[in-house]
């Protein structure tokens, strides 16, 4: 049986699997609907400047807080699908709210109370995933988490076009509702579905001291979450710069390199074709070689991506090199996007369900980062110069991903002899169904 067939097999046994590749697809267009059309929303519809425009992505900077706060319910409780179903429907109140907004303030307390938690929800459709692979152990498990990551791709290919077609038919303050919609939809293909919790029981050494006379004891499950934030904040660094590309590309393309909208249309939008295309490949090389590895060069080439839009200029034509960093960012998000939950999770064994969220805040925040930058770069260097920017903070990545590896290794299961059996958790899975339905 080939790799492929195995791994379609796999996930087509698991309700649950299935479940979550169809909802991933689902709210994967319904997101990436709107997500392009939010600042002309807010500009045009709420009458926002463009500066106040830009300020209201700072308000993505709550993502962290949401995430642990959601995450750490799901692992105290172990209902994942749970806290998902009610995050979706806080989605769905926050994108029908968002249509009727009136005031200037409205879309950030929206942004901040509802929409972050809609966010930090979905993330545990990703700790479920994990639980089930835990359960159901398959040495292609790097592989199946690709293909839930292709099932969110596959929705940023359909939505932005089919949100470009919508806005220009019903407006954008319906634009808003079919997003909420789309969003309760996404809860259908997991009606009924249940997912019992996998409990993850760690056999690292006990800690002792003396307290009042008596000695206490603490197990190791509260490990550091200084690794998982590092890393986080590394995925930051590397990724921050993709915001900036999304943002100040098309313009360099239309302002100074007067592409016509055909031309811009295709080298931002085969992106993800290629990225798709290339998640098999990252997680069969990770299976080969290790995490670490090719996490590595997804660093190396989101340096090289930036370097290649910065020098558009150098180089004709001009759009070989903007091709050539499309490429190369496409194999950024492939590696990151498949591996990267995958060591968050592996830096938090016992708290899958916040590790995820945390890790997948990430986005957020690199909208809040990227916007930062893109406005300060556009007026110290201009275009396509700020790109230099994305690649040193890339290059800073780079470096503190090295660094981490180093001192919290993202391949555990390849550290040999004692210092792996004492490191690694030991599972035992919990048989008995919970109520999560």
């Given at each position: 049986?080939?790799?492929?067939?195995?791994?379609?097999?796999?996930?087509?046994?698991?309700?649950?699997?299935r479940g979550v590749f169809v909802c991933l697809v689902v709210s994967g267009i319904g997101i990436s609907i709107t997500s392009p059309q939010m600042t002309l929303f807010l500009v045009r519809d709420v009458q926002l400047s463009d500066t106040a425009?830009?300020?209201?992505?700072?308000?993505?900077?709550?993502?962290?807080?949401?995430?642990?706060?959601?995450?750490?319910?799901?692992?105290?409780?172990?209902?994942?699908?749970?806290?998902?179903?009610?995050?979706?429907?806080?989605?769905?109140?926050?994108?029908?709210?968002?249509?009727?907004?009136?005031?200037?303030?409205?879309?950030?307390?929206?942004?901040?109370?509802?929409?972050?938690?809609?966010?930090?929800?979905?993330?545990?459709?990703?700790?479920?995933?994990?639980?089930?692979?835990?359960?159901?152990?398959?040495?292609?498990?790097?592989?199946?988490?690709?293909?839930?990551?292709?099932?969110?791709?596959?929705?940023?290919?359909?939505?932005?076009?089919?949100?470009?077609?919508?806005?220009?038919?019903?407006?954008?303050?319906?634009?808003?509702?079919?997003?909420?919609?789309?969003?309760?939809?996404?809860?259908?293909?997991?009606?009924?579905?249940?997912?019992?919790?996998?409990?993850?029981?760690?056999?690292?050494?006990?800690?002792?001291?003396?307290?009042?006379?008596?000695?206490?004891?603490?197990?190791?499950?509260?490990?550091?979450?200084?690794?998982?934030?590092?890393?986080?904040?590394?995925?930051?660094?590397?990724?921050?710069?993709?915001?900036?590309?999304?943002?100040?590309?098309?313009?360099?393309?239309?302002?100074?390199?007067?592409?016509?909208?055909?031309?811009?249309?295709?080298?931002?939008?085969?992106?993800?074709?290629?990225?798709?295309?290339?998640?098999?490949?990252?997680?069969?090389?990770?299976?080969?070689?290790?995490?670490?590895?090719?996490?590595?060069?997804?660093?190396?080439?989101?340096?090289?991506?930036?370097?290649?839009?910065?020098?558009?200029?150098?180089?004709?034509?001009?759009?070989?090199?903007?091709?050539?960093?499309?490429?190369?960012?496409?194999?950024?998000?492939?590696?990151?996007?498949v591996l990267g939950i995958t060591v968050a999770q592996r830096l938090q064994p016992e708290r899958v369900g916040m590790a995820s969220s945390v890790f997948l805040s990430a986005f957020a925040i690199n909208a809040a980062v990227g916007g930062l930058?893109?406005?300060?770069?556009?007026?110290?260097?201009?275009?396509?110069?700020?790109?230099?920017?994305?690649?040193?903070?890339?290059?800073?990545?780079?470096?503190?991903?090295?660094?981490?590896?180093?001192?919290?290794?993202?391949?555990?299961?390849?550290?040999?002899?004692?210092?792996?059996?004492?490191?690694?958790?030991?599972?035992?899975?919990?048989?008995?169904?919970?109520?999560?339905?």
């Open positions: 049986m080939s790799r492929r067939s195995a791994v379609a097999g796999y996930i087509l046994r698991s309700r649950l699997l425009a830009g300020l209201f992505y700072l308000t993505n900077l709550a993502a962290p807080i949401a995430g642990y706060a959601v995450g750490s319910l799901s692992d105290r409780t172990g209902a994942r699908l749970k806290v998902f179903r009610i995050s979706a429907l806080a989605g769905f109140l926050g994108w029908v709210l968002m249509a009727f907004v009136t005031q200037t303030w409205m879309p950030f307390a929206i942004n901040i109370l509802l929409l972050s938690i809609a966010g930090a929800g979905a993330a545990q459709l990703q700790a479920a995933v994990r639980d089930e692979l835990d359960r159901q152990p398959t040495p292609l498990d790097n592989s199946v988490v690709a293909v839930m990551r292709m099932a969110m791709a596959v929705g940023w290919i359909v939505g932005p076009v089919l949100g470009a077609v919508l806005g220009a038919l019903i407006g954008l303050r319906p634009l808003l509702i079919v997003t909420g919609v789309s969003l309760l939809l996404s809860l259908v293909p997991l009606i009924g579905v249940r997912a019992a919790p996998y409990s993850r029981v760690t056999t690292a050494p006990v800690l002792a001291r003396r307290s009042g006379g008596r000695r206490e004891s603490r197990a190791s499950g509260g490990r550091s979450l200084v690794p998982l934030l590092l890393f986080t904040g590394i995925y930051v660094l590397i990724m921050c710069g993709e915001t900036v590309k999304l943002a100040y590309l098309p313009l360099y393309l239309d302002g100074q390199l007067h592409a016509d909208a055909a031309v811009r249309g295709a080298i931002i939008g085969f992106q993800p074709l290629v990225e798709i295309a290339l998640m098999p490949l990252a997680a069969a090389a990770a299976d080969r070689w290790g995490v670490a590895p090719v996490l590595l060069a997804g660093g190396i080439m989101a340096v090289a991506a930036h370097v290649s839009y910065a020098s558009a200029e150098l180089v004709v034509p001009h759009l070989v090199p903007l091709i050539v960093g499309q490429v190369l960012m496409a194999g950024v998000i492939a590696t990151f996007g930058v893109g406005s300060i770069g556009t007026a110290w260097l201009g275009l396509p110069h700020l790109f230099w920017i994305s690649a040193t903070i890339a290059a800073a990545g780079v470096v503190s991903l090295v660094v981490l590896n180093a001192v919290a290794p993202l391949d555990p299961s390849r550290r040999s002899g004692r210092a792996a059996r004492a490191a690694e958790p030991v599972a035992a899975p919990v048989c008995a169904p919970t109520g999560d339905a």
